[in-house]
Every structure is written in structure tokens, then in C-alpha cells.
């Protein structure tokens, strides 16, 4: 029997070890915080349920227009909106566990690390540290890194869970800041700046680029700008903070964020969101002769392959794209290809991935930055939601539809959806780029009348219309 150690229990950690012990194999996986790792317990999972708790008070805001008068003030009961965060991260991460158990994995608490005594072995040693200080030793056929990463610290912002904050500290709060800073306009800082908005608090987003989410669709992120500046949100661009510090102290304290270029933001809180740092360090990968990349990251093929025989990397530790849903396929992919199955190379060209923010952004595929640079040749539409039947009714102003085909053939390449529930909506779009189907598949399928996914088909019919001209 294939005897398999997994090294961290995240998306990438848990979704493999499934995988490993459907297919027979002596799964063990060794996590040091609790099952479903980062994701579950401080990152994707507890940043969702806050910002379901967010869009909650934002409906009722955007309820006005339709005539619907909420009375009073939405107010916010943190500790209940901290204590449903923490609740739901702890439940799921208990699902997780009784899964794993229920599937005969060996899920151990504890510190994974290498301890080969000689490089080139066909087996490998991992020493497993549990909590209490003491060790044993586990011989693994295959062994697969999956150690997720850590919030970045900037050497002059260091956070004090008081007043400098990472993601990881904001649900101990007992209040809402009264102004937060948040730092780094990536999409986690998009998605707090939305949040913390839509709670009602004064925010300013610092970002060190020319707008926020400079990785994504360009008139996506302009959107959210507008959304920004309409709800009092100030967006500081072109600004890279150098230091954070603390000023005053007790209830009258606050931050000073110091910005490249001598100016200054005062606010009582900062969030600092300035990327992540894989957990590569103190994993003994010498021993094994793997050598980090840049930045840390363990650089992997397209089926998790590192250049040691026998141990695999997936997830957030390979830097490939910090998605849950990339690290659960690398982490199966790794597995299916360590047992021996037939398995088809990661395509990163077909992942689908929302920003959470008020409205969302979700994308798939080919960017339209790709585009228009000329790296890939594609005609392209895109449908403001405004001409929607279902989103005039239901008081959408903003948000699009975008769609883009191979100019020939006007197979679906990507599209870019922004609109509330674009998380939803951007599924037909992933199946199309993804099964390869063209515009006049999504032109010719039914959507519900109304509904905003009619701007899905409409987007196809536009494309094909154009295609039956050429
Ligand atoms: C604020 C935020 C929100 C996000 N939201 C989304 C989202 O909405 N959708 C999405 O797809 N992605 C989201 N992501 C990204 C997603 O969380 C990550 O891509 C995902 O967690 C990666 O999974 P992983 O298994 O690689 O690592 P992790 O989830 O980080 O798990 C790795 C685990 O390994 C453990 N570990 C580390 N070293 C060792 C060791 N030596 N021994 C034992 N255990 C160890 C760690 O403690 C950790 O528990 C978000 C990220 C952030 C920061
Ligand atoms: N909804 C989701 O799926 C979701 C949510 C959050 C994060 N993630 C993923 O996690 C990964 C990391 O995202 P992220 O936003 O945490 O990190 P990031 O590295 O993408 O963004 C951090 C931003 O901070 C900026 N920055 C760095 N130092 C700065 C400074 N001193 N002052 C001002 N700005 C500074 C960087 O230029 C960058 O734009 C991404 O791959 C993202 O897709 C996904």
C-alpha cells in the first residue's frame, strides 16, 4: 500500500488526502492549526462570512430605491458578527475533519518537517512534532507539501492586534474601527475596503498602484472605484506606505500610515493587506534537496511535481495562483498522478475566480488585458447589466457582462461578469470556456426571463451575429 504524508491540512492538503484514500492508499495528513487549514480558519472561509454579514446591512441600504424603508439605523452587532465568523470557521473546519476521518485518513496535530539522512532516497522521512514537544518519525512513498502561507509583515508595520491588524486579527475586535486604513489594494484589501464599507465604517484604501485590484479586468476595477467614491470610501493611488505607526493611546488612539513621498493617513486602525509569504521555511527541504524559488515558493510542473521524485507541492506554498479552488485541484492532481491514474495537466487558462467585493467581479479565462496587448486574438462584447430587464427591476445601475471568442471559430475563450452575485452568474461562462463550446451555444440556450443571466445568452448572440457577418 502506497504510503502517503501530506503536509498541511488546507483546500490543497485535504482534497488531496480524499483523493489518495479513495484510491487505496495509507493517507496520512499532518496540520498544525485544524482541518481545512488557513482557508477554513482565518483567510476564504471567515472573509465570506463577514462579507455575507456586510452585504446583509448593504441590502438594506440599497433597498431605498425599491421603496422600502427599512426603520432605524442597520446597525451592527460585532461581537455577534465576530462570533458568527469564528462559529461557522470552527464548524466547518469540524466537517472537514469528520470527512477526512470518515474517508480513513490519519489526520494528526501536530508540525510536519523532512528528515531524509541522504539525498536521492526513493522513500522519504518526515518527522511529525506534535504539541506537546514530543516526535516520531513517518516513512512516506509520496510526500505532498501543502503549508498554505502567512500573512506578509512589512518590517515598520508590524501588527499588534490592537490597532495594526492582519485579516487574521480583525474578528477579535470588540467594535468597529471608527476610520480604517487598509493597506494594499490587492484583492483582499478590495474585498475589506467593500466590507468595512458596507458595515458603515469610514475607510481609506491605500494602494502602492494607479487603482485598486491592478491584477484584474480594468473596467471591473473601475467600477468598484465608482462604488468607492459614491459611498465616502477614499482611494490614496499611486501611494506605497513605508511605516505604520501608533499614536495617542486608549480610546483616543489611532494609527499614522507614513507614505512613500512624505505624506500621511491618520486613522484609529490599520489593515495591513500587502500579499502573503508561503510557509516554505523550517520544512527541511535540504534535506531532500528541494531549493525554494523566489520569494520562497516551491516551483511545481503542471501535476504538482516538484524536482524531487516522490514529493509533490500544491496550494498557496507554490505561489502557482492563491486560490482555494487551484489548490484543491493541484492537491488531487498531485495524487492522481503519484498513484498512477490518468490525469490531465492543470489549465489555469479555464479558472474561474470571484472578487468578493459590493458588487462582486468575477472572471474566467483569457483577460481582456490579454487582449489588448495582442497576446491572444479574440473578439470581445460587453453589456452594461443597466440594459437588463431583471436588473432595472431589482435597481442595478452598475455592473457588465463581458464575453470573449476565438475571432474564427467564436469558441468562448473568458468573460468577466460584475454584478452582485457574479460568483453565480460567471458559471455558464466557465463551462463554456472550459468545454470549449462557442457563442452560439450560450446564444441558442434558454435563460429565465427576466434574469441577469439573459445578458449571458444576449453577450453570445451579439458575438454571433458579428460572426455571421464575417
Ligand atoms: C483574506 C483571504 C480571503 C480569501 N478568499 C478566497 C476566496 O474567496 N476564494 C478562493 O478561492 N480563495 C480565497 N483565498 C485564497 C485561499 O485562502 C488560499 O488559496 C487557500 O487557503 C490555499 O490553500 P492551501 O491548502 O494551499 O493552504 P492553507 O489553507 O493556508 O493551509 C495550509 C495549512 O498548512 C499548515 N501548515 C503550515 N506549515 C505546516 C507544517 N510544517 N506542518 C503542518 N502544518 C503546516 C498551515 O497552518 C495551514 O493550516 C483567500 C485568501 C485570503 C488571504
Ligand atoms: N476572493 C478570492 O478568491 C480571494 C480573496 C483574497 C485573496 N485571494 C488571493 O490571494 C492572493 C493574494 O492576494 P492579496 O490581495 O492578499 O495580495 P496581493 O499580493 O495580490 O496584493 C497585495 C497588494 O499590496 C500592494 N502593496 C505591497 N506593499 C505595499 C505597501 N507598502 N503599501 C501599499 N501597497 C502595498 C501590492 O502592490 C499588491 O497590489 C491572490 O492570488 C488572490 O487572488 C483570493
Not at 6 to 34: C, F, K, N, S, W
Not at 75 to 80: G, L, T
Not at 170 to 195: K, N, Q
Not at 281 to 289: A, F, Q, R, S, Y
Request: proline share 5%; net charge negative.
Amino acid at each position: 500500500m502506497t504510503r502517503i504524508v501530506i503536509m498541511g491540512g488546507g483546500p490543497a492538503g485535504y482534497e488531496a488526502a480524499l483523493v489518495a484514500a479513495q484510491h487505496g492508499a495509507e493517507v496520512t495528513v499532518i496540520e498544525r492549526d485544524g482541518a481545512g487549514g488557513a482557508c477554513v480558519l482565518s483567510d476564504c472561509v471567515p472573509s465570506k462570512t463577514f462579507i455575507a454579514s456586510s452585504g446583509a446591512r448593504a441590502a438594506f441600504r440599497d433597498a431605498d430605491e425599491l421603496g422600502i424603508h427599512p426603520t432605524g439605523d442597520a446597525s451592527v452587532d460585532v461581537p455577534v458578527v465576530h462570533g458568527r465568523v469564528k462559529g461557522l470557521a470552527l464548524a466547518q473546519s469540524a466537517d472537514v475533519r469528520s470527512r477526512l476521518q470518515r474517508e480513513g485518513v490519519n489526520l494528526i496535530t501536530g508540525t510536519a518537517r523532512f528528515s531524509d539522512d541522504n539525498l536521492g532516497l526513493a522513500a522519504h522521512e518526515v518527522t511529525f512534532t506534535a504539541p506537546d514537544g514530543k516526535s516520531e518519525e513517518l516513512a512516506a512513498d509520496v510526500v505532498l507539501i501543502a503549508t498554505g502561507a502567512t500573512p506578509r509583515i512589512l518590517p515598520d508595520a508590524r501588527p499588534d492586534g490592537e490597532r495594526i491588524l492582519t485579516w487574521r486579527q480583525i474578528y477579535d475586535l470588540a467594535e468597529l474601527p471608527e476610520h480604517l486604513v487598509v493597506i494594499g489594494s490587492g484583492v483582499t484589501g478590495a474585498e475589506f475596503a467593500s466590507a468595512y464599507t458596507e458595515m458603515g465604517v469610514k475607510v481609506t484604501l491605500v494602494s502602492s498602484r494607479d487603482r485598486v485590484l491592478p491584477h484584474e479586468d480594468a473596467d471591473a476595477a473601475a467600477v468598484l472605484e465608482e462604488v468607492f467614491t459614491e459611498h465616502g470610501t477614499t482611494v490614496v493611488n499611486n501611494s506605497r506606505a513605508t511605516k505604520v505607526e501608533r499614536v495617542g493611546s486608549g480610546a483616543d488612539g489611532g494609527v499614522v500610515v507614513h507614505l512613500q513621498g512624505g505624506g500621511t493617513v491618520e486613522a484609529s486602525h490599520a489593515l495591513m493587506t500587502v500579499g502573503s509569504v508561503p510557509n516554505t521555511e523550517d520544512l527541511g527541504l535540504e534535506t531532500v534537496g528541494i531549493e525554494p524559488g523566489p520569494g520562497g515558493f516551491i516551483s511545481v510542473d503542471r501535476v504538482s511535481r516538484t524536482s524531487v521524485p516522490g514529493v509533490y507541492a500544491a496550494g498557496d506554498c507554490t505561489g502557482v495562483l492563491m486560490l482555494a479552488s487551484v489548490a484543491a485541484m493541484q492537491g488531487r492532481i498531485a495524487m492522481w498522478h503519484a498513484l498512477g491514474e490518468g490525469v490531465a495537466p492543470i489549465k489555469l487558462k479555464t479558472v474561474a475566480a470571484n472578487v468578493f467585493t459590493h458588487p462582486e467581479i468575477a472572471t474566467v479565462g483569457i483577460s481582456q488585458q490579454a487582449i489588448d496587448s495582442g497576446e491572444v486574438p479574440a473578439r470581445t462584447i460587453m453589456l452594461p447589466l443597466a440594459t437588463n430587464a431583471r436588473a432595472k427591476m431589482q435597481g442595478l445601475r452598475r455592473g457588465f457582462v463581458k464575453l470573449f471568442c476565438r475571432p474564427a471559430t467564436g469558441v468562448v475563450i473568458g468573460g468577466v461578469v460584475v454584478a452582485p452575485t457574479a460568483s453565480e452568474l460567471v458559471m455558464p461562462i466557465a463551462l463554456a470556456v472550459q468545454n470549449q463550446l462557442t457563442v452560439e451555444h450560450l446564444a441558442l440556450t434558454f435563460s429565465v426571463y427576466p434574469s441577469l443571466s439573459g445578458s449571458i445568452t444576449e453577450a453570445g448572440r451579439q458575438l454571433m451575429r458579428h460572426d455571421d457577418l464575417d
